[in-house]
């Protein structure tokens, strides 16, 4: 076979493909509020003469790791979950450090827990990863049980700052994230009603439906019992109206070769413009169209419909039922439940990695299970080598930007300011390629690290969390583990 014309090797593409910039939009008031949580305790804990506790306060900071747009309702829960277990696990790698084969079991355990849980719930975020790093990283500063009770409690403070800068949203827009899917779906819907009688009517069909599913859930997981709000009610029969409405395209108008009336979908734009409490009076613009297709009518029938449930009060109640915790856990806590499969092969991997350190005595060898914590936070194969690559790539151009920093020996207030600019810029290019953040990742745990010598394992421990946590978290992470 001529040279020319032999196959490219397997491994290129894929080595390609791990430096490929996704398309994303730039997060910058998750990357803000990420950078104010872990560099503002850091500052007050300088202001009161003490650097080491501002940093121990500031792993309670990572809690906002943890924040997507979900409903304020289950945000608030995973927030709660996320910053006392992360206390926790400080508290046990404090009282486990002078006993190494118990602290690799508690790691294997941590692991596998926190990963089930995610797992089981569907719960979007870096599972694991901060728990388990967190557990390791304080099995390696000073020994001294007599703190624990101290470092979980600074790591507390950090961790509702967190929560609360999180939730604060809540008190402006209570519903934000449900409307926000709500008003997706229906514009979906409009997308959809103008593909009918095209050739896009199949790719429109299933987008419509992906988003759908998504808005429905979304909805169930914000769902207050003892909270009862029109606005919401209206969110759930406008989506139960969105499925009758696919219903009946499916079953009557899809297979026509002319598109439907440009009115149809001119009325589904309005309903989702006006789902937003403050754009109801935008529903007043909803023009039903002239039809004799009876399958037309009902149609906009059904959209007026969705005008009138804006527009109206409601006076029905909506129940909905969800499956206990128990049953979720139960369903999931089976030997071909690839939740429970995934989470005990992170637990043993953790533990025999542990012990392997451990075995071969080397100078913080929590490292080594910390390194294998990142790698297996990948969903697939194919992402865990991605992973691996784009985090020696950016480690070692991190390097030589670290050391131009330290060269000038950064110290005092300089910390916490480089702390929030590195965590800002690492938010902020996480969502295009690991990569290029962690060319910020790098230096600022080096920078903090080598800052001075009297934190040195605080600083290590505040911020290679930081660094671990980029091989997980995403910005559209979608994936429990």
Known sequence: MNKLTQPEPVFLPLLKQAFVLNKSSFPWSKSLLAGLCSALPVVIGLLFGSLQYGLLAGIGG????YVFHIPYAQRAKKLFFAFTGIAAAVGLGTLLATYPLASALMVGLIGMTVTFIFGALKITGPAAI????VFLLSTGMPIDPGLAPLRVGLVLLGGIFSWCVAMAGFLFNPHGPETAAVKKAYAELADFLE????DRFSEQRHRFVSVLNTAEDTLLAGYIPWRKIDHYKRLILLIHQAYDLYSDILEHVHEQDQPLPKKLSKMARVISDAIDPKGVKAVNKAELPESNNTHVQQLAQKLDRCVRIQ???VV???KITKPSLLTVFAGAFDKHSIVFLTSVRFGIVLTLAAIIAISFDFNRSYWIPLSCAAVMSGATIIATFHRAIQRSAGTILGILIASSILF???????IPLLIFLFTFLTELAIVFNYAVAALFITPNAL??????TQMHTSLFLHQHVWSMYSSEVRSDYSEPF
Not at 62 to 65: D, E, G, N, V
Not at 195 to 198: C, D, P, Q, S, W
């Open 130 to 133: 901060f728990f388990v790093l």
């Open 316 to 318: 029905q109640d909506i």
């Open 311 to 313: 527009k109206e009060p």
């Open 195 to 198: 593909a009918v009688g095209t």
């Open 62 to 65: 990572f809690t906002y790791l």
């Open 408 to 414: 000038f020996q950064p110290e005092s207030y300089m």
């Open 447 to 452: 920078l903090l690290a080598e800052s001075t």
